[in-house]
């Protein structure tokens, strides 16, 4: 039979048979490449040889049986609250991250906890049994229900786990596994896409919690198509810097809890420990009077995070001036600048501004303004804040500044820390607030900087 020629967009799975310079589907250019479909080989090949559990035939939702939702739990705190309170049976979960991060460290210390009342199974494509052995000794993991597999081939990995029948399934990476039916190389797009079709249909039949391991390429998103993303049930980053020992953990989507949960972790010798208290460990260290750094306080899902905001502004040597963010948003930091200048009066146009979060967090939310806008002008002025401030707020583009949610319990994670002076916007904080903390409300960015600088 004749094969058949198809083209796949490598970011977002688009498939069709002619060409493009530009997917039509979401317009990136030069993704399109070209993979041979051998005739009559699909996933159901491998899957007809397994067993299945639920035949498709439409139900009344009232009858569907719902057991009580059991999840296995890691014993890991900070990943069962990522995860929304441990994983799912059944479900399918991604662990992306860049190389290096400590995917696979914190997946075997995962197997730890879990293998005392489930059958783990870890599949690893990139170690050999030797190595995994000698990591999971450094990290003190000795479990008898721990099986491990060092394998690449998709139907060797089905036909081991139908035999040990586990209840947790992990793939160490999704990268480096492949079909050997397709002719396309690991790692490319047909070969990802396929294997998750493969284990997506293989977790919902058998019921087993399958984890998979997705490397991220520089510019942040999935090697491979966006497609896998929308296969998954759960889809958990593991960010930091690599140099610094913080690691962040967060859901960018959970079918099962909310997204707004991060886990934090420290990389040690004896492999990932969860931060009880971030705050804490983000603010160890930090300088009291020098210019050019402010406290913020943000909240990551249900919990108030305190961090560093530093800013250094310096004169332009020559030309453009040169403008870095790191842990913030490249733009907002860029139109907080243009705030500053036209209503503050800062002349900032001439000056290199670099805007840094310490320990490596990255911070989204919009209270984060304030803080850079205090951080920025501080180290503009040459003059520290004061001793014990901290702050938080979203600032307008007319430099007002606007309320944002959850002040009080912010205000408390700062007074615990000993911050006994918090500059924030003008919104109702209720009684609950601590006596001994002096609240500085303030209406503009101008005002703001009248208040402490
Ligand atoms: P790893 O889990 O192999 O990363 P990934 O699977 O995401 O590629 O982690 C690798 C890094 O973690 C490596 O640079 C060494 C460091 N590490 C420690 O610092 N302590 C430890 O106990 C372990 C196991 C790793
Ligand atoms: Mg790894």
Redesign the pocket.
């Known amino acids: 039979m004749k094969q058949k020629t198809h083209f796949l967009c490598s970011d977002c799975g688009y498939e069709s048979p002619k060409w493009f310079g530009k997917c039509p589907s979401c317009g990136a250019w030069n993704t399109m490449s070209e993979f041979k479909i051998k005739p009559e080989v699909a996933t159901r090949s491998v899957l007809q040889n397994t067993k299945s559990l639920n035949n498709s035939k439409p139900v009344r939702m009232n009858e569907i049986e719902t057991e009580n939702e059991t999840r296995f739990e890691s014993g890991i705190g900070e990943l069962d609250r990522v995860l929304g309170g441990g994983a799912v049976h059944g479900s399918f979960v991604l662990v992306g ?10 997946l ?1 210390q995962m197997c730890q906890e879990m293998c005392k009342n489930a059958r783990v199974l870890y599949v690893s494509g ?1 170690e050999s049994l030797r190595q995994i052995r000698l ?1 999971a000794s ?2 003190g993991i000795s479990s008898p229900e721990l099986y491990v597999l060092a394998e690449t081939d998709m139907e060797n990995i089905i036909s081991e786990t139908d035999i040990l029948q586990p209840d947790i399934l992990i793939i ?2 999704i990268q480096t596994v492949y079909r050997s039916e397709l002719q396309s190389a690991p790692g490319g797009t047909t070969q990802i896409k396929e294997c998750a079709m493969l284990l997506m249909q293989y977790a919902k039949r058998h019921s087993v919690t399958i984890f998979i ?1 997705g ?1 991220v390429n520089k510019e942040g998103t999935l090697a491979g198509p966006k497609i896998l993303e929308h296969m998954v049930d759960c889809v958990l980053y ?1 960010e930091g810097e ?1 140099t610094g020992p913080f690691r962040c953990l967060r859901a960018a989507k959970n079918r099962f809890g909310s997204t707004n949960e991060i886990g934090v972790f420290e ?6 420990l969860e931060v009880q208290n971030p705050s804490a460990a983000m603010l160890s260290g930090h300088p009291t009077g020098s210019p050019g750094n402010c406290i913020a306080c943000v909240i990551e899902g249900t919990r108030p995070l305190l961090a560093e905001v530093q800013a250094l502004v310096a004169k332009t040597a020559f030309g453009v001036p040169r403008r870095t963010a790191a842990g913030v948003d490249y733009n907002r930091m860029v139109l907080l600048l243009a705030i500053l200048e036209k209503r503050a009066g800062m002349f900032l146009s001439n000056s290199d501004a670099y805007v840094n979060v310490v320990g490596g967090m990255r911070l989204d939310e919009p209270a984060v303004d304030l803080p850079m806008v205090l951080a920025i002008a501080s180290s503009f002025r040459d003059k520290p804040l004061p001793e014990g401030v901290m702050s938080f707020g979203e600032v307008g583009l007319t430099g007002e500044l606007r309320a944002v949610s959850c002040a009080a319990q912010r205000i408390w994670e700062g007074y615990r820390l000993g911050f006994h002076t918090c500059i924030m916007p003008e919104q109702d904080l209720g009684d609950n607030i601590p006596k001994d903390m002096n609240i500085v409300k303030v209406k503009s960015v101008a005002e703001a900087l009248k208040m402490v600088l």
């Open positions: 991250g860049e190389p290096g991060i400590g995917k696979s460290t914190l075997l990139e990591r450094r990290l160490d990476s391991v490397h593991f690599q990389m040690s010798d004896h492999g990932l």
